[in-house]
Every structure is written in C-alpha cells, then in structure tokens.
Nanobody, 126 residues
Framework: QVQLVESGGGSVQAGGSLRLSCAPSVYTYRRYCMGWFRQAPGKEREGVAGFDSDARTRYAPSVKGRFTISQDNAKNTLYLEMNSLKPEDTAMYYC????????????????????WGQGTQVTVSS
C-alpha cells in the first residue's frame, strides 16, 4: 500500500504561481510512475502531468508551457510548479502513483493509476 500526501494548494489571483508537493510513503524513484490530476466540481478527473517508466514527462495541452512536473529523488517528493495560473485551473489536485512499468500513453489516464492522495485545493480568482 502506498500513501500519498499532497500539499501546497491555496488561493491565488490569475497570473500567480503555486507549487504543489506530493510525499509518498515509499521510495518511488524508478519504481513507480507518478502523475498529477485535477478535478473541478461537476467535471471528470483529468490528467495534468506525469512521468512514465522511462521518466519521460507528459502534459495536458491546457497546461503545457505553464506547469512543470519534477521529482526530487533525494527527498522522495513529487512537485508540480504552476505558473501563469488561470481561473480555469481551479480544481482539487491529486497526486497518483502506479508501479512500473507504465506506458507513456497512459501517463494522463486516471484509470491507469493505483494509488491516490487525498487532494489539495487550488483556487484561482480573476
């Protein structure tokens, strides 16, 4: 069982920045694929960014160029740096993990992940 704890959410104005963190209960480097997802009220959960088994990154078109996913292997922490935030980025953000191997095409597919955090709220005001 893997537990994931997200932090770093909050309320910002449009154009602002936030950095989300995800701390897994087990060491994940080269053992788990990791991803960030988000879900707004009344909408389906959508993939935002993730790493596949080969540590290749993939981003949703709506966040590419604004968000950056990264891992600090020494701290065993996953990050999501979010810049130029827009009101439409408002959602609950979730960290997810799945044991390797995992395909690049599944990086942003929620059903491909086994473990989920409890989420952290991001609210962007105009």
């Amino acid at each position: 069982q893997v537990q994931l704890v997200e932090s770093g959410g909050g309320s910002v104005q449009a154009g602002g920045s936030l950095r989300l963190s995800c701390a897994p209960s087990v060491y994940t480097y080269r053992r788990y694929c990791m991803g960030w997802f988000r879900q707004a009220p009344g909408k389906e959960r959508e993939g935002v960014a993730g790493f596949d088994s080969d540590a290749r990154t993939r981003y949703a078109p709506s966040v590419k160029g604004r968000f950056t996913i990264s891992q600090d292997n020494a701290k065993n922490t996953l990050y999501l740096e979010m810049n130029s935030l827009k009101p439409e980025d408002t959602a609950m953000y979730y960290c997810a993990a799945d044991p390797i191997p995992c395909l690049y095409d599944d990086t942003l597919v929620a059903a491909a992940y086994t473990y989920w955090g409890q989420g952290t709220q991001v609210t962007v005001s105009s």
